[in-house]
Nanobody
Framework: QVQLVESGGGSVEAGGSLRLACATYGLTYSLSFMGWFRQAPGKERETVATIYTDSGNTDYADSVKGRFTASRDTAKNTVYLQMNNLKPEDTAMYYC??????????????WGQGTQVTVSS
């Protein structure tokens, strides 16, 4: 059974940092395309960052560019999101998702349960 499990969320003050991790289980072949997504109260779910797990190539939302860094550890079947200089507007539930090819957010095959990030001012 395929599972994606996020960890690393928590509460921090503005300007602080967190590192999220997404471990994958039950996969015969690694997911080629993975991403981090978030949903804040009253807002639609949005893409934060994406990563191709073989090459490590990444893309970021303009709102987090220069502050967040996505990476992967292929041997551990895990992707990460380093979040620096956090702002109150980053407060949201963060989700990891992936597939064997690039798809729109809503069509990605596998999703984790989410981890809460709360940033106080």
């Amino acid at each position: 059974q395929v599972q994606l499990v996020e960890s690393g969320g928590g509460s921090v003050e503005a300007g602080g940092s967190l590192r999220l991790a997404c471990a994958t289980y039950g996969l015969t072949y690694s997911l080629s395309f993975m991403g981090w997504f978030r949903q804040a109260p009253g807002k639609e779910r949005e893409t934060v960052a994406t990563i191709y797990t073989d090459s490590g190539n990444t893309d970021y939302a303009d709102s987090v560019k220069g502050r967040f860094t996505a990476s992967r550890d292929t041997a551990k079947n895990t992707v990460y999101l380093q979040m620096n200089n956090l702002k109150p507007e980053d407060t949201a539930m963060y989700y990891c998702a992936g597939d064997w090819l690039r798809r729109p957010l809503t069509d990605l095959r596998y999703w984790g349960q989410g981890t809460q990030v709360t940033v106080s001012s």
